[in-house]
Nanobody
Framework: VQLQAFGGGLVQAGGSLKLSCVAA????????MAWYRQAPGKEREFVAA????????YYSGSAKDRFTISRDNAMNTVYLHMNSLKPEDTAVYYC???????????????????WGKGTLVTVSS
């Protein structure tokens, strides 16, 4: 099983980034997918999640209206489009997979089946 996140980098406040997470080794379309992030010195926190077919999406309060999660089951990939980035969005972003529905209730990512290595997003002011 592998989850590989891409797309992090350095961006100025107000800018945009698109993160991708490519999955391998499991039945991607049978899993809900989510993005979490962890800033230095802080706990990991939920950012966004998407249901198995993509019909359902869930966002944290800080991500709502700025970030968009999507998935392409044919490409085994989940995306996070981030707009209007703020310095407080600086964190390592991780993708996660679970057979059960992932919502804001999984605030710290407890019980996820699979985790990927993160990608660092740095937003400068």
């Amino acid at each position: 099983v592998q989850l590989q996140a891409f797309g992090g980098g350095l961006v100025q406040a107000g800018g945009s980034l698109k993160l991708s997470c490519v999955a391998a080794g499991f039945a991607f379309s049978s899993y809900c997918m989510a993005w979490y992030r962890q800033a230095p010195g802080k706990e990991r926190e939920f950012v966004a999640a998407i249901s198995w077919g993509g019909a359902g999406t869930y966002y944290s309060g800080s991500a709502k209206d700025r970030f968009t999660i999507s998935r392409d089951n044919a490409m085994n990939t989940v995306y996070l489009h981030m707009n209007s980035l703020k310095p407080e969005d600086t964190a390592v972003y991780y993708c996660a997979a679970d057979k059960n529905l992932i919502t804001t209730r999984q605030a710290r990512g407890q019980g996820m089946d699979y985790w990927g290595k993160g990608t660092l997003v740095t937003v400068s002011s």
